[in-house]
């Protein structure tokens, strides 16, 4: 196609200079050639002296292409800095080039090289941007059931089947680097969404409580707000693929239809963390804080830990923390593959004097000794909203208090203000008053900046091909954007070493 294109460009120079410089000939003349017959054997001319270039001629001419193609990309840039949604050359709208190795916005900084197995693609389309977006409860639970013991239960045969085999490719990878760090996880196993899309799915209810929360000047209403907004948004972000880890400096902009602002940036890859920051509309409220990815891994079983403060602020100073929940999957290997928060939840405003401990899955067995609860589901919890007593200096080096089963085992209730009953998947109550309702308030959608930073996580090349269902694509540049990340390591690892 590149010689094509240059060859066009000479036959159209060539046919110019024959128009400008050719007499007039007599038609009557049968040795004379017509004009048409002169341009074709032109051309033929043309393109037997293109293929008789030797190679250094070829391959020059081919760089010289790929440069032009690279200036007209940083023109463009110059003139949209949107660009990168459509091709600057090639047939194909979905492939950014087919001469230069990187769209605008790409993650990469080293290996710029165009590589035929993993051509740059052009960005989102809205259509595309929004086209995993979970509005309905259906949407939520589509693949899923919710079995009689609860949680979930994933019923999608071809999401099963694209997990299986992951262990033994995990393996295999060790034997062969040698080195745990350079093992890269299959892309068929993640969905195409960041992580810290999946975070900002567990505030899309915060225009319904927080802003409700931010009108009342009742400290224990608003506290009580608080949970409910903390609870309501769990199952948001309950879902089988996993989505992609974060990449250092990646970020996610973002809005509610309300005004609230969303801002997330990941600030550190070992150990994974990630800061993020909430506005309210017109400062009604903060919400800020990090979390720390951690994951412990049984023989079929997987718990994930987004470990890291929420802190929610209000103008008046009312400030109230909380912690999420672990989340379990179990059946990876053999079994139903169920999903379903575990442990405690804890709400926390110190300077009023509140504190609310929330046990999820209260059913579970103490220990290896004892057994389950009949009746309780996994998807439900019990906890209790109460005056806390004044805290007694600890000692130095105290243990981390343990898990509470259920809200009889607390030792730190002073005055008991209200119980909190309900299911994640279904409601929350707080004393007789029902809070939520998942099927009658649904969470609202975000809202993507339009021009958000260079850094923002839907110019990622591996997740843009595997939303178009191009897993060969998805994954080769899921090992180039890793193999990125470990260089940047590496740098970084030099010049912050201590001399």
């Excluded at 899309?197 to 224990?220: C, G, H, N, Y």
């Excluded at 880890?245 to 996610?252: K, R």
């Excluded at 909430?278 to 023989?299: M, N, R, S, T, W």
């Excluded at 403060?309 to 290997?333: A, C, S, W």
Aim: glycine share 6%.
């Amino acid at each position: 196609m590149k010689y094509n294109a240059l060859l066009i460009g000479r036959v159209s120079i060539y046919f110019i200079y024959y128009i400008m410089n050719s007499e007039p000939q007599s038609s009557a003349d049968p040795e004379q050639l017509s004009p048409q017959v002169a341009d074709i054997k032109e051309a033929e001319e043309i393109k037997a002296n293109l293929a008789s270039l030797s190679n250094g001629e070829a391959k020059a001419a081919k760089e010289e292409t790929k440069e032009e193609a690279k200036e007209v990309a940083k023109e463009e840039e110059k003139k949209d800095p949107r660009k990168g949604y459509a091709q600057i050359d090639g047939d194909s709208r979905i492939i950014y080039s087919t001469s230069v190795g990187l769209a605008p916005r790409s993650f990469i900084t080293f290996d710029k090289e165009y590589k035929e197995k993993s051509p740059p693609p052009t960005y989102f389309s809205d259509k595309e941007l929004y086209s995993c977006t979970l509005i309905t409860k259906d949407d939520f639970l589509k693949g899923f059931e919710v079995p009689r013991e609860g949680g979930l239960m994933c019923v999608d045969k071809s999401i099963v089947k694209r997990q299986s085999g992951v262990i033994g490719s995990m393996i295999g990878q060790l034997i062969t680097t040698m080195s745990i760090s350079r093992i890269s996880l299959p892309v068929r196993i993640f969905e195409s969404k960041s992580t810290l899309e999946r975070i900002a799915d567990l505030w899309r209810f915060a225009p319904f409580f927080l802003t409700k929360a931010a009108s009342t000047q009742d400290k224990v209403e608003r506290f009580k707000l608080v949970v409910t907004f903390g609870l309501a948004g769990m199952y948001c972000a309950m879902q089988q693929l996993k989505p992609f880890n974060p990449l250092i400096g990646e970020t996610l902009e973002a809005t509610l239809e309300d005004g609230t602002i969303i801002f997330i940036e990941h600030t550190s890859h070992h150990p994974p963390i990630s800061n993020f920051y909430v506005q309210g509309p017109k400062d009604i409220y903060k919400l800020y804080g990090h979390y720390e990815y951690k994951v412990k891994i049984a023989p079929n079983s997987l718990t994930s830990d987004q470990d890291g403060p929420n802190v929610v602020e209000f103008p008046d100073g009312q400030r109230i923390t909380y912690h999420y929940p672990l989340v379990e999957i179990r059946g990876l290997i053999f079994g139903d593959r169920v999903v379903f928060a575990t442990g405690n939840m804890v709400f926390e405003d110190v300077e009023n004097r509140l504190k609310a401990v929330i046990v999820l899955d209260y059913g579970k067995r103490r220990n290896f000794y004892s057994s389950r609860k009949k009746g309780v589901k996994l998807d439900e919890f019990v906890g209790l909203i109460y005056v806390p007593k004044k805290e007694e200096k600890e000692a130095k080096g105290a243990k981390k208090k343990k898990e509470v089963y259920a809200i009889e085992d607390l030792k730190d209730v002073e005055t008991q203000i209200a119980k909190v009953t309900g299911s994640w998947l279904e409601y929350i109550k707080i004393g007789e008053e029902t809070y939520w309702e998942m099927d009658k308030i649904r969470p609202l959608p975000l809202k993507f900046k339009e021009d958000p930073l260079p850094t923002d996580w839907r110019y990622r090349e591996d997740l843009i091909w595997l939303r178009r269902e191009n897993m060969e694509i998805a994954q080769e540049w899921k090992v180039r954007l890793e193999v990125e990340q470990r260089r940047d390591r590496a740098t970084r690892a030099k010049y912050t070493k201590k001399k």
